[in-house]
């Protein structure tokens, strides 16, 4: 058999070449690729704090709760994560930089937000706080374009309404609370209207004062205010003292007065029964009932006497004999 090169060349092994392996690794990375895009599009997850808003194809299907979901991959569901139970918060008036223990503000003006004119055609400078939770996601997402925004917007007008219709010493002192109150309804009616979806937690007033311009004069005026708020706070102090002391003088006065008629006249009517008395028991036995008062009368009368003298009612001349001294003459 004669010997061909060529057919040893023909029955060696074919090894892959580099065109072939680079076309199998593409392919094999492609497939990992849309395998990981597939995962990552299929399932998702949401924080306790958050509801999921998922969409089909632009429209709303569903809401998903905390925890671990899926939904169908790439762009045919997509999945709008809405924090429910965080409570936002929005400033009015200034602005808060980086909050702390000491908090620090953003310089600038804010006239423009809180600069208004209230019902007495004064001017004050409110700055307040509105704290809202969003209560509807869906409407939150999708009824009004940029809920924020109007959420300022709505607040501002409430605040200038309420307090337009407020004196400003209403706005710098004790109305403070109700105009607080006020605008918080009056902004949630205004955005249930609109059907924006959240819950308007609270509106407080963190500060209000006249503008700087006037600042002086007012404290003027307030400080006047308050003297007279004292001196009639201790005017009614001395009265609600003295009133009441005088009369409790007077009930005592008359307390006493009726005491002493009522002593005096039940002494006279003592006297009138014990006249009485004794005048029917005079009137059984005359002479004894006589002799009986003068025995008693005369047993109260001589010992208080300190000379006595017994003598017959038939003598005559008988007081040079007694030699009365002066002690013995007013005995």
Known sequence: MKFDPEMLVRSRPQL????????GGLRWIALGIVALIFLTTTFYSVATDEVGVVKRLGTYVRTAQPGLHMKLPF????VHKVRVKHVFKEEFGFATERPGVRTVYRRGDFSGQSLMLTGD???????????YRIKDPVQFLFVVRGVPETIRDVAEASMRSIV??????????IGRREVADEVLLLTQEMLDGYEAGVEIVTVNLKDVNPPDLVKPSFNEVNEARQERETLINEAWAEYNSAIPAAEGEAQRVIRDAEGYA??????????????????????????????RLYLETMSRILPEIENKFIVDPELRNLIPLLQLDGKGGQG
Do not use: C, H, M
Not at 75 to 78: C, I, M, P, W, Y
Not at 121 to 131: D, F, K, M, R, Y
Not at 274 to 282: H, M, Q
């Open 164 to 173: 337009g219709d407020r004196s400003v010493t209403e706005v710098l002192t």
């Open 262 to 291: 009522l002593a005096r006249v039940n002494r006279a009517q003592g006297d009138a029964e014990r006249f009485l008395a004794v005048w029917k028991e005079y009137s059984r036995a005359r002479d004894v009932t006589k002799r």
């Open 75 to 78: 762009a045919f569901e997509k």
């Open 121 to 131: 055609l004064n001017s004050a400078v409110v700055e307040w706080i509105v704290q």
């Open 16 to 23: 892959p070449t580099l065109s072939s392996l680079r076309s």
